[in-house]
């Protein structure tokens, strides 16, 4: 992204944040995310997402190193999907990459499906769906405020 750390850190985000719509994969597989809560982004600080249906999922952040590392742990998660798949715990890294910044972003989840040589491919493949989907929210956000500054 052509941003500073500091700019991009401002802007992290949640699946559950992203303003515009997931494609239909994440559609068809998860809830409709309806909002998240906005703690201070501080180690021990919860977060609490909500989705349609009364589903939800709960996050802690575990470490937070500004502007280059955000990490969290998921508490409770009723997406509908938990004999499939859990999620475990994600992170943000943040690095100078060129004239830009560059971000990584990490899931860590249990698949529950067997054979697991079977269900690995497609588990990676919609956990890439789901990050693409956060990092193009996070490159959006700075698209949106240039066409509204100008």
Same mark, same amino acid.
């Given at each position: 992204?052509?941003?500073?750390?500091?700019?991009? +850190?401002?802007?992290?985000?949640?699946?559950?944040?992203?303003?515009?719509?997931?494609?239909?994969?994440?559609?068809?597989?998860?809830?409709?995310?309806?909002?998240?809560?906005?703690?201070?982004?501080?180690?021990?600080?919860?977060?609490?997402?909500?989705?349609?249906? /009364?589903?939800?999922?709960?996050?802690?952040?575990?470490?937070?190193?500004?502007?280059?590392?955000?990490?969290?742990?998921?508490?409770?998660?009723?997406?509908?999907?938990?004999?499939?798949?859990?999620?475990?715990?994600?992170?943000?890294?943040?690095?100078?990459? /060129?004239?830009?910044?560059?971000?990584?972003?990490?899931?860590?989840?249990?698949?529950?499906?067997?054979?697991? +040589?079977?269900?690995?491919?497609?588990?990676? +493949?919609?956990? /890439?769906?789901?990050?693409?989907?956060?990092?193009?929210?996070?490159?959006?956000?700075?698209?949106?405020?240039?066409?509204?500054?100008?």
């Amino acid at each position: 992204m052509r941003a500073t750390q500091d700019e991009v +850190w401002r802007r992290l985000m949640f699946f559950e944040d992203v303003p515009h719509r997931p494609g239909l994969a994440l559609r068809l597989l998860l809830p409709v995310p309806l909002r998240t809560s906005k703690p201070a982004m501080r180690v021990g600080a919860t977060i609490r997402c909500t989705y349609s249906g /009364g589903r939800s999922l709960v996050k802690r952040i575990t470490a937070v190193e500004a502007p280059s590392l955000l990490q969290f742990e998921v508490l409770e998660q009723d997406l509908g999907i938990e004999s499939c798949l859990t999620t475990v715990e994600g992170s943000y890294r943040i690095r100078p990459s /060129g004239d830009g910044t560059g971000v990584t972003l990490t899931t860590r989840y249990r698949g529950h499906l067997r054979p697991r +040589w079977l269900w690995r491919m497609p588990e990676r +493949w919609i956990a /890439g769906a789901m990050h693409r989907h956060i990092l193009r929210g996070i490159g959006a956000s700075f698209a949106r405020e240039s066409r509204d500054s100008a």
